[in-house]
T-cell receptor, first 113, second 114 residues
């Protein structure tokens, strides 16, 4: 068990470009979450998967954001036409049970210039 | 709308003394509360949780207290150790969030000095 793995660790991109992040959860975890954290704030919920089904998506998530979890294993988060306001740490977490206590990855830090 | 608030952005405490971190919430539907700890360049790590049916939960040096009437919880760390220096996040969920969505506070930076 190597924990939750996120790649890349850092991403610098120009405004308007598309970026994709990958998350590999703990293998036996069927629940996967994406959160975003900006400086001085706590993590903010983005979306949730149970197995391959995306069951919840934050209203804060614009149409430029899309997430997938094919076959219920790894997940990808894509941001299209990035904006400077997208600069943040994107955190992935996984769990096998209800009510939180889940395991976070180390995150992908996105900087949009 | 910030429903979980940590009003102290930082806390400095001497090694061996007690650290007390506070958290307030506004949503009376929240019924499950957690504390996470975060070191730089790492993701948050789950520390301890409490259900609203309890008012105290203890795990080693860490104790969480819940005051439902005041919508307030606190985390006590006794004794504080240098390795406890980190950012601590309070988080909460409600019965409709049983699948795991959490709302986090902004965090409190704890520095434990020798």
């Amino acid at each position: 068990d190597t924990g939750v793995s996120q790649n890349p660790r850092h991403k610098i991109t120009k405004r308007g470009q598309n970026v994709t992040f990958r998350c590999d959860p703990i293998s036996e975890h069927n629940r996967l979450y994406w959160y975003r954290q900006t400086l001085g704030q706590g993590p903010e919920f983005l979306t949730y998967f149970q197995n391959e089904a995306q069951l919840e998506k934050s209203r804060l998530l614009s149409d430029r954001f899309s997430a997938e979890r094919p076959k219920g294993s790894f997940s990808t988060l894509e941001i299209q036409r990035t904006e400077q306001g997208d600069s943040a740490m994107y955190l992935c977490a996984s769990s096998f049970r209800d009510r939180g206590g889940y395991t976070f990855g180390s995150g992908t830090r996105l900087t949009v210039v | 709308d910030q429903q979980v608030k940590q009003n102290s952005p930082s806390l400095s405490v001497q090694e061996g003394r007690i650290s007390i971190l506070n958290c307030d919430y506004t949503n009376s539907m929240f019924d499950y509360f957690l504390w996470y700890k975060k070191y730089p360049a790492e993701g948050p790590t789950f520390l301890i949780s409490i259900s609203s049916i309890k008012d105290k939960n203890e795990d080693g040096r860490f104790t969480v207290f819940l005051n439902k009437s005041a919508k307030h919880l606190s985390l006590h760390i006794v004794p504080s150790q240098p390795g406890d220096s980190a950012v601590y996040f309070c988080a909460a969920s409600g019965p409709t969030d049983s699948w795991g969505k959490l709302q986090f506070g902004a965090g409190t930076q704890v520095v434990v000095t020798p």
